[in-house]
């Protein structure tokens, strides 16, 4: 079946420091790929997505690039702030008719001033 | 409300005891969907709805859990006989269409913890 496996955290960076969260992917077909964010005492939501290779999705400067080749679709930010702390989801919905999603463990990033 | 809500937002119970989960969710939106999260752990879906018919259930853990939808509105996520295996975090989310690229909004959660 469908899994995503993203790098356990909790992740420690300082301010302005560069951030890369690994998330990689099992799926047949063509699934669309996600990341999700959830900040302290917030509900899950959609930071950014990308629906086909190569495809990149973009949000609030963080990128990720869909590599069907390697199976990947790793989170990046070149600069980040003690706002972004939170917790990072990655996740996939199947290419079937509707959009069940699966969902990696989460991995906590803290950023300290 | 502008968002997609759900209650209690926590709960506490007795090992045996039912328990009904319940989510509000945004207005006008078809595909509902419940999650579970225990700790340390991704989230694991557990049904979708397509209006008030459920065309996947293969998420749901065992008999005793349940979920009804009322129209294009609330669900109810009845968990029966609870064991502490159930507790977790369960996440409610909805969609304006059930296929794939549609946004899913999460509501904030309900902490279940069974004693």
């Known amino acids: 079946g469908d899994s995503v496996t993203q790098m356990e955290g909790p992740v420690t960076l300082s301010e302005e420091a560069f951030l890369t969260i690994n998330c990689t992917y099992t799926?047949?077909?063509?699934?669309?790929l996600f990341w999700y964010v959830q900040y302290p005492g917030e509900g899950l939501q959609l930071l950014l997505k990308?629906?086909?290779?190569?495809d990149k999705g973009s949000n609030k400067g963080f990128e990720a690039t869909y590599r069907k080749e390697t199976t990947s679709f790793h989170l990046e930010k070149g600069s980040v702030q003690v706002s972004d702390s939170a917790v990072y989801f990655c996740?996939?919905?199947?290419?079937?008719?509707?959009?069940?999603?699966?969902f990696g463990i989460g991995t906590k990033l803290q950023v300290i001033p | 409300g502008a968002g997609v809500s759900q209650s209690p937002s926590n709960k506490v119970t007795e090992k045996g005891k039912d328990v009904e989960l319940r989510c509000d969710p945004i207005?006008?939106?078809?595909?509902l969907y419940w999650y579970r999260q225990r700790l340390g752990q991704g989230l694991e879906f557990l049904i979708y709805?397509?209006?008030?018919?459920?065309?996947?259930k293969s998420g749901l853990p065992s008999d005793r859990f349940s979920a009804e939808r009322t129209g294009e509105s609330v669900s109810t996520l009845t968990i029966q006989r609870t064991q502490q295996e159930d507790s977790a975090v369960y996440l409610c989310?909805?969609?304006?269409?059930?296929?794939?690229?549609?946004?899913?909004?999460f509501g904030p959660g309900t902490r279940l913890t069974v004693t």
């Open positions: 989310a909805s969609s304006g269409r059930g296929r794939v690229g549609y946004e899913q909004y």
């Open positions: 799926a047949t077909g063509y699934p669309s």
């Open positions: 990308a629906t086909k290779a190569d």
């Open positions: 996740a996939l919905s199947s290419s079937g008719g509707y959009q069940k999603v699966t």
């Open positions: 207005s006008g939106h078809t595909a």
């Open positions: 709805f397509q209006g008030n018919s459920a065309p996947d």
